[in-house]
């Protein structure tokens, strides 16, 4: 019973170590969180085209609900840069709406993701993140980046541009208008840009960005005190989330099905990544299925309560971590304190320029690109290299789900090409040697027997790459080379599907004509136990599997065309027959 209710509240996993020293540290981590999400929710919403107050909402309802239900416990979620502008994208991308009904398409949004990421991890695909690269994601939030940093371009320079353009389209507005630059929005956005840089490479653990906003504003006020030369973010509802009921209408989430895939996966795979990186850390060891559970409830639950989608955030999970945060109540002592702030200081965004939100976005957008990871992907792989581009120009192009969805298929598509070419090494054994081990023939410079391949291959038998398997066997054999026998040794095989086996059915079948034969050795047991299982050795012929290259050799040799032995001087192996006397 006691496992059951650990499974519905996880959060009870955790009770034993909530102590009164632990909740000293977590007040103070939750403290330190609440300081750092404080402008980042605000940002984070300007960057989804929501109302400050939704993302600050996110911060508080969707946090909590992730950090109760997840499994780390030092994973913060809320609202996040790349998340934001994917959720600005599908949204958008349906037409031209109100305030009122973008806001209510948004919401609608964050329940149909957290559904799909709830029903992900109930299902116990949690390793189904492993199959999205770790360069999509890379080549996709760089791409982010660089459309968040263009969509902010025209506060910080003070230049209105029509919704709905394109990021070419808004830089050759911007140009075009570049004589309608506003001074002061420049220098207020410039201001903030660089004192945040000055306090971070100063002392990381201040509140950069907070103090580049407050230096920003302070520039604003003293070059324009009485606010007339630029825009502001205005004050907060100051009052907490209220229960809000999404819309349910099949047309809606018909039309909003596809973007919420892309913010389901994106969420998740930042999400888990996350807290695997931080689990390295503390020791911790994460389930994946659990992260899904959490996140997708924390979507869910936050739908009705005026939430937009949510994930993890690297920047705040880390800072949680270093700030000594010990249990995820350090979570809810942030949202805690964060809605204190709301409640009481609501004139707080008031008198905050636009001008000032774009300069520390930038910042943001900046920080997103992991210019390490580029470097090093561009320069030691090609095939990751494409991924890369791919992913990072489809982001710039095409609409930004469906650049999540292109850089996915291409990396599996290249993996699939990986996987349909298992190496096929031809192997023999060491004549120098005693004992005769079996190497490969290029690096040790062996001798092959003028009769027999014996080859490894060091990939599965499945019907993507029986193609590629059935050619080099039949290379090797081709008429006219002499060979009519193959030893394939199969340790580095993990299974054979029915296209493997029917593709070595052939190939015995072809050599057996050729008064040859195929012998296998070495295969796992795992492989043999399904070959038996399915009929599958009888047919190929239990006499053909040897559990070591010596004994299927040692059946082989008394195959081969004695003639030949007879005139051969190699010796490959031990028990070859003397040569013939002259």
Not at 12 to 32: C, E, H, I, P, Q
Not at 151 to 175: C, F, Y
Not at 177 to 193: C, I, R
Not at 277 to 294: K, P, W, Y
């Amino acid at each position: 019973m006691s496992v059951w209710i650990n499974k519905l509240l996880p959060f009870l996993r955790w009770r034993d170590r909530v102590t009164s020293d632990n909740l000293k540290a977590d007040f103070m981590a939750g403290l330190t969180g609440m300081v750092l999400v404080l402008p980042q929710a605000v940002a984070y919403a300007f960057i989804a085209g929501l109302p400050p107050e939704y993302g600050l909402y996110t911060a508080m309802v969707s946090a909590v609900i992730a950090s109760l239900f997840g499994s780390s416990w030092h994973l913060i979620s809320g609202p996040t840069a790349a998340l934001s502008i994917v959720v600005l994208s599908v949204v958008s991308g349906l037409g031209d709406f109100s305030t009122e009904q973008y806001v209510g398409l948004v919401i609608s949004l964050t329940l149909l993701t957290g559904l799909i990421q709830l029903a992900l991890g109930l299902f116990r695909m949690g390793s189904l993140v492993n199959f999205i690269s770790h360069t999509v994601v890379i080549g996709f939030t760089g791409g982010a980046a660089i459309l968040i940093a263009v969509s902010q371009l025209k506060h910080v320079l003070g230049i209105e541009v029509p919704g709905g353009l394109s990021m070419v389209s808004t830089l050759e507005h911007l140009v075009a208008h570049a004589e309608g630059l506003n001074m002061v929005a420049l220098e207020a956005g410039l201001a903030t840009l660089v004192v945040a840089v000055l306090v971070r490479k100063l002392n990381r653990k201040l509140p950069h960005l907070l103090i580049g906003m407050a230096a920003g504003s302070l520039t604003c006020y003293l070059l324009d005190p009485a606010g007339d030369t630029v825009a502001y973010v205005g004050a907060l509802p100051g009052q907490l989330p209220t229960p809000v009921l999404p819309e349910f209408s099949f047309a809606t989430l018909q039309s909003l099905a596809s973007g919420a895939l892309a913010v389901a996966l994106l969420g998740l795979i930042e999400a888990v990544s996350i807290a695997r990186a931080i689990a390295v850390r503390s020791n911790q060891q994460i389930d994946g299925n659990q992260e899904f559970i959490g996140q997708g409830l924390s979507n869910v639950v936050g739908s009705f309560f005026a939430c937009y989608a949510s994930t993890g955030s690297f920047t705040r999970s880390g800072a949680n971590y270093d700030a000594g945060a010990r249990t995820p109540l350090a979570a809810v002592f942030a949202a805690v304190l964060l809605a204190l702030v709301v409640v009481t200081l609501p004139q707080l965004t008031a008198r905050l320029p636009l001008a000032v939100m774009g300069g520390s976005i930038l910042l943001i957008a900046w920080n997103l690109i992991d210019f390490g990871s580029i470097r090093h992907i561009l320069s030691n792989s090609r095939s990751e290299a494409a991924i890369l581009l791919v992913t990072l120009f489809s982001t710039l192009f095409v609409e930004l789900e469906f650049a999540i969805y292109i850089g996915v298929m291409l990396s599996l598509a290249l993996y699939l090409r990986r996987t349909s070419q298992p190496r096929v090494t031809q192997v023999a054994p060491l004549q120098q040697s005693e004992r005769r081990h079996i190497r490969n023939i290029s690096r040790y410079q062996l001798e092959e027997c003028p009769q027999l391949k014996i080859i490894r291959v060091d990939g599965s038998l499945f019907f993507g790459a029986v193609d590629h398997v059935q050619q080099e066997i039949r290379r090797l054999t081709a008429p006219g080379s002499g060979v009519n026998h193959i030893l394939l040794i199969g340790k580095g095989i993990n299974f054979i599907d029915a296209a493997g086996v029917e593709m070595l059915h052939q190939e015995i079948n072809r050599l057996y004509m050729m008064s040859g034969d195929i012998l296998f050795s070495s295969l796992k047991g795992t492989v043999m136990d399904e070959l038996k299982r399915t009929g599958a050795l009888k047919l190929l012929g239990e006499q053909r599997f040897h559990e070591t290259p010596r004994t299927a050799i040692e059946t082989l040799i008394p195959q081969l065309d004695q003639d030949r032995c007879a005139t051969c001087t190699k010796r490959i192996f031990g028990d070859c027959p003397p040569p013939r006397e002259e």
